[in-house]
Nanobody
Framework: EVQFVESGGGMVQPGGSLTLSCAAS????????MSWVRQAPGKGPEWVSA????????YYIDSVKGRFTISRDNVKNMLYLQMNSLKPEDTALYSC???????????????WGQGTQVTVSS
């Protein structure tokens, strides 16, 4: 079965950094585009970043561009999100998701991990 296990979340002060990891299993990881989706309390999901299957193309929403870096290791079946200069509005449950990146459009397949909580607060 398709499975994602996210880790690396925690509580940090504004301006701090975190690196999230997503361990994927149950499918051929290298054949799929991947993304990080976040859910803040009371808000709907927001796909903050995506990366194509080979890792050569990435996309970021404007609010995280320049602060977040998405990457992947297709040998280890791992997806990463390096988050710098964190802001309180970045507080959310972050999950990795499988889908398709077409330019700036993300098509989600409905396979999400359980998520890891990121809390940015002073």
């Amino acid at each position: 079965e398709v499975q994602f296990v996210e880790s690396g979340g925690g509580m940090v002060q504004p301006g701090g950094s975190l690196t999230l990891s997503c361990a994927a299993s149950g499918f051929t990881f290298s054949n799929y585009d991947m993304s990080w989706v976040r859910q803040a309390p009371g808000k709907g999901p927001e796909w903050v970043s995506a990366i194509n299957s080979g890792g050569g193309f990435t996309y970021y929403i404007d609010s995280v561009k320049g602060r977040f870096t998405i990457s992947r290791d297709n040998v280890k079946n791992m997806l990463y999100l390096q988050m710098n200069s964190l802001k309180p509005e970045d507080t959310a449950l972050y999950s990795c998701a499988r889908g398709y990146l077409d330019g700036t459009t993300w098509s989600d397949e409905g396979y999400w991990g359980q998520g890891t909580q990121v809390t940015v607060s002073s």
